[in-house]
T-cell receptor, first 112, second 113 residues
Framework: SQQGEEDPQALSIQEGENATMNCSYK?????LQWYRQNSGRGLVHLIL?????REKHSGRLRVTLDTSKKSSSLLITASRAADTASYFC????????????FGQGTRLTINP | DAGITQSPRHKVTETGTPVTLRCHQT?????MYWYRQDPGHGLRLIHY???????DKGEVSDGYSVSRSKTEDFLLTLESATSSQTSVYFC????????????FGEGSRLTVL
């Protein structure tokens, strides 16, 4: 079964609006990472947040982590058409062996 | 961009035939991974390697084998391809996910007829 589950599965917003995607997971983690995938391409790393961190920023990205609720959110501010992509959360399980478990992803569409 | 090359990028084959996908890296990263991506399932780990000749199974390893005889190459073999193995296969590399990220290749699209 999937460790991470993203919500919503699909999101469509207007350019300039903020986009929020959520990720829930089941077991304790070492860190949580977010990745982006443009259509037909490989995944690209966006940001990593460790289990002892609550919030992290990178440019227009803001990630939060609530380990008590086993959930994370990715906020993209002032969205652009180029942000159209699928976004995946991935968890590094503490007892795992340097491997990430991915969720099913959120398909984000930014309408001009 | 991380130096990861997957080959072939596209392949169509028939049920029952063997298929080998190759992942080549120029980054000298210790860890290498094979994932498959299917609609509704996201990415699922097939096998991974933590060093030359050191490999382990992922969550969907049945029907797949891997080999890593050199740091830079990680091969995924389907001994007898089935239609359920039609998918997009991604190779990824890492120096260790406890502290770092995965770098992905561009994917290999496999169709088994």
């Amino acid at each position: 079964s999937q460790q991470g589950e993203e919500d919503p599965q699909a999101l469509s917003i207007q350019e300039g609006e903020n986009a929020t995607m959520n990720c829930s997971y089941k077991t304790s983690i070492n860190n949580l990472q977010w990745y982006r995938q443009n259509s037909g391409r490989g995944l690209v790393h966006l940001i990593l947040i460790r289990s002892n961190e609550r919030e992290k920023h990178s440019g227009r990205l803001r990630v939060t982590l609530d380990t008590s609720k086993k959930s994370s959110s990715l906020l993209i501010t002032a969205s652009r058409a180029a942000d159209t992509a699928s976004y995946f959360c991935a968890t590094d399980i503490i007892q795992g062996a340097q491997k990430l478990v991915f969720g099913q992803g959120t398909r984000l569409t930014i309408n001009p | 961009d991380a130096g990861i090359t997957q080959s072939p990028r596209h392949k169509v084959t028939e049920t029952g035939t063997p298929v080998t996908l190759r992942c080549h890296q120029t980054e000298n990263h210790r860890y290498m991974y094979w994932y498959r991506q299917d609609p509704g399932h996201g990415l699922r780990l097939i096998h991974y390697s933590y060093g030359v000749k050191d490999t382990d199974k992922g969550e969907v390893s049945d029907g797949y084998s891997v080999s890593r005889s050199k740091t830079e190459d990680f091969l995924l073999t389907l001994e007898s391809a089935t239609s359920s193995q039609t998918s997009v296969y991604f190779c990824a590399i890492s120096e260790g996910t406890s502290t770092g990220e995965l770098f992905f290749g561009e994917g290999s699209r496999l169709t088994v007829l």
